[in-house]
Protein backbone atom coordinates (compact mmCIF):
# COMPACT_ATOMS: atom_id res chain seq x y z
CA UNK A 1 0.00 0.00 0.00
CA UNK A 2 1.38 3.33 -0.61
CA UNK A 3 1.79 5.73 1.66
CA UNK A 4 -1.12 8.69 2.21
CA UNK A 5 0.63 11.91 1.46
CA UNK A 6 1.21 14.30 4.72
CA UNK A 7 -1.33 17.05 4.79
CA UNK A 8 -0.90 20.28 6.55
CA UNK A 9 -4.01 20.34 8.03
CA UNK A 10 -3.65 24.61 8.95
CA UNK A 11 -1.94 25.04 5.28
CA UNK A 12 -4.86 23.34 3.97
CA UNK A 13 -7.28 25.94 5.95
CA UNK A 14 -5.55 29.08 5.05
CA UNK A 15 -7.28 31.15 2.47
CA UNK A 16 -7.29 30.46 -1.35
CA UNK A 17 -5.82 33.75 -1.81
CA UNK A 18 -2.18 32.87 -0.54
CA UNK A 19 -2.72 35.28 3.27
CA UNK A 20 -1.41 33.51 5.78
CA UNK A 21 -4.23 32.82 8.00
CA UNK A 22 -3.93 32.91 11.75
CA UNK A 23 -3.99 30.59 14.13
CA UNK A 24 -7.21 31.03 14.94
CA UNK A 25 -8.75 31.19 11.74
CA UNK A 26 -7.11 28.51 10.60
CA UNK A 27 -8.43 26.17 13.65
CA UNK A 28 -12.11 27.88 13.13
CA UNK A 29 -11.88 26.59 9.12
CA UNK A 30 -10.45 23.45 9.98
CA UNK A 31 -13.70 22.76 12.39
CA UNK A 32 -15.42 24.01 9.83
CA UNK A 33 -14.46 21.05 7.47
CA UNK A 34 -15.00 18.29 10.04
CA UNK A 35 -18.38 19.86 10.31
CA UNK A 36 -19.02 19.53 6.99
CA UNK A 37 -16.94 16.04 6.57
CA UNK A 38 -19.64 14.30 9.01
CA UNK A 39 -22.69 16.14 7.51
CA UNK A 40 -22.08 14.68 4.01
CA UNK A 41 -20.70 11.25 5.35
CA UNK A 42 -17.09 12.51 4.32
CA UNK A 43 -16.33 10.89 7.77
CA UNK A 44 -14.03 7.62 7.21
CA UNK A 45 -13.07 5.32 9.20
CA UNK A 46 -10.01 2.67 8.71
CA UNK A 47 -8.90 -0.25 10.51
CA UNK A 48 -5.16 -1.06 11.82
CA UNK A 49 -4.66 -4.67 13.23
CA UNK A 50 -3.30 -5.13 16.51
CA UNK A 51 -1.89 -8.78 15.77
CA UNK A 52 -0.99 -11.44 18.94
CA UNK A 53 2.66 -11.08 19.59
CA UNK A 54 3.79 -14.87 19.17
CA UNK A 55 1.32 -15.72 15.98
CA UNK A 56 1.47 -11.95 14.33
CA UNK A 57 -0.44 -13.44 11.03
CA UNK A 58 -3.75 -13.55 13.47
CA UNK A 59 -5.35 -10.29 13.93
CA UNK A 60 -6.51 -9.97 18.25
CA UNK A 61 -8.45 -6.65 17.35
CA UNK A 62 -8.75 -3.74 15.24
CA UNK A 63 -8.55 -0.19 16.00
CA UNK A 64 -10.69 2.22 13.93
CA UNK A 65 -8.87 5.59 13.31
CA UNK A 66 -10.61 8.45 11.81
CA UNK A 67 -10.15 9.69 8.45
CA UNK A 68 -11.29 13.11 6.61
CA UNK A 69 -11.90 12.19 3.09
CA UNK A 70 -11.37 15.80 1.80
CA UNK A 71 -14.00 16.86 -1.24
CA UNK A 72 -10.76 16.01 -3.88
CA UNK A 73 -10.30 12.16 -2.27
CA UNK A 74 -7.56 13.23 0.02
CA UNK A 75 -7.47 11.79 3.42
CA UNK A 76 -6.42 13.63 6.55
CA UNK A 77 -5.32 11.63 9.59
CA UNK A 78 -6.78 12.09 13.11
CA UNK A 79 -4.01 13.56 14.18
CA UNK A 80 -4.25 16.85 12.30
CA UNK A 81 -7.95 17.46 13.33
CA UNK A 82 -9.09 15.61 16.35
CA UNK A 83 -7.15 17.97 18.65
CA UNK A 84 -9.00 20.60 17.60
CA UNK A 85 -12.10 19.62 18.18
CA UNK A 86 -12.25 16.49 20.63
CA UNK A 87 -13.40 19.79 23.31
CA UNK A 88 -16.41 20.98 21.37
CA UNK A 89 -19.27 19.25 20.72
CA UNK A 90 -17.60 18.40 17.21
CA UNK A 91 -15.95 16.13 19.84
CA UNK A 92 -18.99 14.68 20.66
CA UNK A 93 -20.53 14.09 16.90
CA UNK A 94 -17.21 12.33 16.01
CA UNK A 95 -17.19 10.02 19.02
CA UNK A 96 -21.18 9.28 18.53
CA UNK A 97 -19.53 8.99 14.09
CA UNK A 98 -17.34 6.36 15.28
CA UNK A 99 -19.31 4.37 17.98
CA UNK A 100 -22.17 4.13 15.10
CA UNK A 101 -19.18 2.83 12.49
CA UNK A 102 -17.84 0.13 14.92
CA UNK A 103 -21.63 -0.90 16.03
CA UNK A 104 -21.95 -1.40 12.14
CA UNK A 105 -18.90 -3.23 11.38
CA UNK A 106 -19.59 -6.14 14.37
CA UNK A 107 -23.05 -6.53 13.22
CA UNK A 108 -21.52 -6.89 9.79
CA UNK A 109 -18.75 -9.58 10.35
CA UNK A 110 -19.07 -12.02 13.46
CA UNK A 111 -15.46 -12.70 13.99
CA UNK A 112 -14.44 -8.83 14.00
CA UNK A 113 -13.40 -7.27 17.14
CA UNK A 114 -12.92 -3.17 17.28
CA UNK A 115 -11.50 -0.81 19.36
CA UNK A 116 -13.34 2.85 19.45
CA UNK A 117 -11.25 5.64 21.24
CA UNK A 118 -14.02 7.65 23.57
CA UNK A 119 -13.21 11.02 24.90
CA UNK A 120 -14.38 12.53 28.54
CA UNK A 121 -16.57 14.36 27.16
CA UNK A 122 -18.62 11.88 25.47
CA UNK A 123 -18.94 9.81 28.88
CA UNK A 124 -21.13 12.01 29.76
CA UNK A 125 -22.85 11.92 26.74
CA UNK A 126 -26.06 10.90 26.49
CA UNK A 127 -27.21 10.11 22.74
CA UNK A 128 -23.42 8.25 22.93
CA UNK A 129 -24.73 6.12 26.04
CA UNK A 130 -27.96 5.86 24.15
CA UNK A 131 -26.72 3.89 20.84
CA UNK A 132 -24.43 1.74 23.08
CA UNK A 133 -27.58 0.98 24.90
CA UNK A 134 -29.91 0.00 21.96
CA UNK A 135 -27.01 -2.30 20.71
CA UNK A 136 -27.24 -4.26 23.59
CA UNK A 137 -30.71 -4.64 23.54
CA UNK A 138 -30.27 -5.53 19.82
CA UNK A 139 -27.95 -8.65 21.67
CA UNK A 140 -26.48 -10.78 19.13
CA UNK A 141 -22.88 -10.22 20.64
CA UNK A 142 -21.78 -6.79 19.27
CA UNK A 143 -21.22 -5.33 22.43
CA UNK A 144 -19.19 -7.80 23.41
CA UNK A 145 -16.80 -7.69 20.58
CA UNK A 146 -16.12 -3.59 21.09
CA UNK A 147 -13.33 -2.35 23.06
CA UNK A 148 -13.57 1.11 24.45
CA UNK A 149 -10.18 2.95 24.41
CA UNK A 150 -9.45 5.90 27.01
CA UNK A 151 -6.03 7.81 26.99
CA UNK A 152 -4.40 8.00 30.02
CA UNK A 153 -4.15 11.57 30.17
CA UNK A 154 -8.20 11.72 29.54
CA UNK A 155 -9.29 8.99 32.50
CA UNK A 156 -7.33 11.21 34.69
CA UNK A 157 -9.28 14.39 34.46
CA UNK A 158 -12.41 13.86 36.05
CA UNK A 159 -10.77 9.77 37.87
CA UNK A 160 -14.65 9.57 39.21
CA UNK A 161 -16.22 9.97 35.96
CA UNK A 162 -14.05 7.22 34.17
CA UNK A 163 -14.46 5.02 37.05
CA UNK A 164 -18.91 5.08 36.90
CA UNK A 165 -18.69 5.21 33.08
CA UNK A 166 -16.46 2.12 32.85
CA UNK A 167 -18.69 0.37 35.78
CA UNK A 168 -21.99 1.19 34.14
CA UNK A 169 -20.63 0.57 30.31
CA UNK A 170 -19.00 -2.71 31.48
CA UNK A 171 -22.88 -4.20 32.22
CA UNK A 172 -22.90 -4.04 28.36
CA UNK A 173 -20.32 -6.58 27.46
CA UNK A 174 -17.76 -4.04 26.08
CA UNK A 175 -13.88 -4.12 27.43
CA UNK A 176 -11.42 -1.26 28.16
CA UNK A 177 -8.22 -0.59 27.15
CA UNK A 178 -6.04 2.27 28.77
CA UNK A 179 -4.32 3.96 25.07
CA UNK A 180 -0.74 5.66 25.65
CA UNK A 181 0.18 3.81 28.85
CA UNK A 182 3.27 5.68 29.98
CA UNK A 183 2.58 9.01 28.91
CA UNK A 184 0.54 10.48 31.02
CA UNK A 185 0.84 10.48 34.79
CA UNK A 186 -1.95 7.37 36.27
CA UNK A 187 -1.59 7.06 39.85
CA UNK A 188 -1.39 3.95 41.16
CA UNK A 189 -4.80 4.45 43.13
CA UNK A 190 -6.64 5.39 39.75
CA UNK A 191 -4.94 2.77 37.96
CA UNK A 192 -6.19 -0.18 40.50
CA UNK A 193 -9.75 1.22 40.44
CA UNK A 194 -10.11 1.75 36.38
CA UNK A 195 -9.44 -1.94 36.10
CA UNK A 196 -8.70 -1.77 32.53
CA UNK A 197 -8.71 -5.16 30.29
CA UNK A 198 -5.19 -4.02 28.39
CA UNK A 199 -2.99 -1.76 28.21
CA UNK A 200 -1.57 0.34 25.57
CA UNK A 201 1.88 1.10 26.27
CA UNK A 202 2.52 4.10 24.40
CA UNK A 203 4.90 4.48 21.38
CA UNK A 204 7.77 6.43 21.88
CA UNK A 205 8.77 4.41 24.36
CA UNK A 206 8.56 1.28 21.94
CA UNK A 207 10.32 2.84 18.77
CA UNK A 208 13.85 1.75 18.69
CA UNK A 209 13.57 0.49 22.58
CA UNK A 210 16.02 -2.91 21.71
CA UNK A 211 18.29 -0.31 21.56
CA UNK A 212 17.83 1.96 24.37
CA UNK A 213 18.48 0.88 27.52
CA UNK A 214 16.41 4.05 29.21
CA UNK A 215 13.08 3.09 27.58
CA UNK A 216 13.78 -0.60 27.90
CA UNK A 217 13.89 0.11 31.91
CA UNK A 218 10.46 2.12 31.17
CA UNK A 219 9.05 -0.89 29.40
CA UNK A 220 10.13 -3.48 31.91
CA UNK A 221 8.26 -1.22 34.51
CA UNK A 222 4.96 -0.92 32.53
CA UNK A 223 4.77 -4.77 31.39
CA UNK A 224 5.45 -5.40 35.31
CA UNK A 225 2.79 -3.64 36.53
CA UNK A 226 0.27 -4.32 34.06
CA UNK A 227 0.70 -8.10 34.57
CA UNK A 228 0.73 -6.53 38.20
CA UNK A 229 -2.27 -5.93 37.93
CA UNK A 230 -3.73 -9.16 35.39
CA UNK A 231 -4.18 -6.67 32.78
CA UNK A 232 -2.61 -7.60 29.02
CA UNK A 233 -0.56 -5.38 26.87
CA UNK A 234 -0.42 -4.11 23.71
CA UNK A 235 3.24 -2.53 22.47
CA UNK A 236 2.33 0.64 19.89
CA UNK A 237 4.46 1.75 16.83
CA UNK A 238 5.96 -1.29 16.50
CA UNK A 239 8.10 -0.55 12.94
CA UNK A 240 11.10 -2.34 13.48
CA UNK A 241 11.67 -6.35 13.75
CA UNK A 242 14.38 -5.64 16.10
CA UNK A 243 12.13 -4.13 18.50
CA UNK A 244 8.81 -6.83 18.05
CA UNK A 245 11.65 -9.53 19.30
CA UNK A 246 12.94 -7.26 22.33
CA UNK A 247 9.12 -6.82 23.04
CA UNK A 248 7.96 -10.40 22.85
CA UNK A 249 10.73 -11.57 25.23
CA UNK A 250 9.71 -9.13 27.85
CA UNK A 251 6.16 -10.62 27.28
CA UNK A 252 4.52 -8.30 25.46
CA UNK A 253 0.80 -9.67 24.59
CA UNK A 254 0.07 -7.83 21.33
CA UNK A 255 1.66 -5.63 18.46
CA UNK A 256 0.23 -2.59 16.55
CA UNK A 257 2.71 -0.92 14.10
CA UNK A 258 2.85 -0.72 10.17
CA UNK A 259 5.24 -3.25 10.77
CA UNK A 260 2.26 -5.17 11.16
CA UNK A 261 -0.10 -3.55 9.22
CA UNK A 262 -0.74 0.26 8.48
CA UNK A 263 -4.69 1.46 8.92
CA UNK A 264 -7.22 0.05 5.45
CA UNK A 265 -10.42 0.54 4.81
CA UNK A 266 -11.58 -2.47 5.43
CA UNK A 267 -10.79 -4.85 8.19
CA UNK A 268 -8.37 -8.18 6.66
CA UNK A 269 -9.64 -11.43 8.62
CA UNK A 270 -7.29 -14.18 7.81
CA UNK A 271 -9.36 -17.36 6.17
CA UNK A 272 -11.54 -19.08 8.40
CA UNK A 273 -9.93 -22.30 8.35
CA UNK A 274 -6.63 -20.27 9.64
CA UNK A 275 -8.52 -18.40 12.28
CA UNK A 276 -9.67 -21.57 13.41
CA UNK A 277 -6.41 -22.61 14.00
CA UNK A 278 -5.75 -20.64 16.24
CA UNK A 279 -8.19 -21.55 18.87
CA UNK A 280 -5.91 -22.45 21.48
CA UNK A 281 -3.95 -19.22 21.16
CA UNK A 282 -7.25 -16.96 21.28
CA UNK A 283 -7.64 -19.05 24.57
CA UNK A 284 -4.51 -17.95 25.92
CA UNK A 285 -5.15 -14.33 25.31
CA UNK A 286 -8.25 -14.39 26.87
CA UNK A 287 -6.53 -15.87 29.71
CA UNK A 288 -3.53 -13.21 30.29
CA UNK A 289 -6.51 -10.51 29.19
CA UNK A 290 -10.29 -11.40 29.51
CA UNK A 291 -11.23 -9.93 25.97
CA UNK A 292 -8.69 -8.36 23.90
CA UNK A 293 -9.08 -11.61 21.79
Given at each position: ??????????????????????????RARLRFKVAQAIAQGRMLFHFQPVVRAANPRFPAFFEMLAR????????????????????????????????????????????????????????????????????????????????????????????????DFIEHVRRSGCAFALDDFGAGATGFRH???????????????????????????????????????????????????????????????????????????????????????????????????????
Amino acid sequence: MIPLPMIDAFKLAEPMHGLAASRLEARARLRFKVAQAIAQGRMLFHFQPVVRAANPRFPAFFEMLARLQLPDGQLLAAGAFVPVVEESELGRALDRAALRAGLRALAAAPRLRVSVNVSPLSMGDEAWLGMLAAATRRGGGVCERLILEVTETAALRDPEQTRDFIEHVRRSGCAFALDDFGAGATGFRHFRDFRFDFVKIDGSFCRGVHAQRDAQVLVECLVGIARHFEMGTVAERIEDEADAIWLREQGIDCFQGWLYGRPEAEPILPPLREASAQCVERAEIAETARRVG
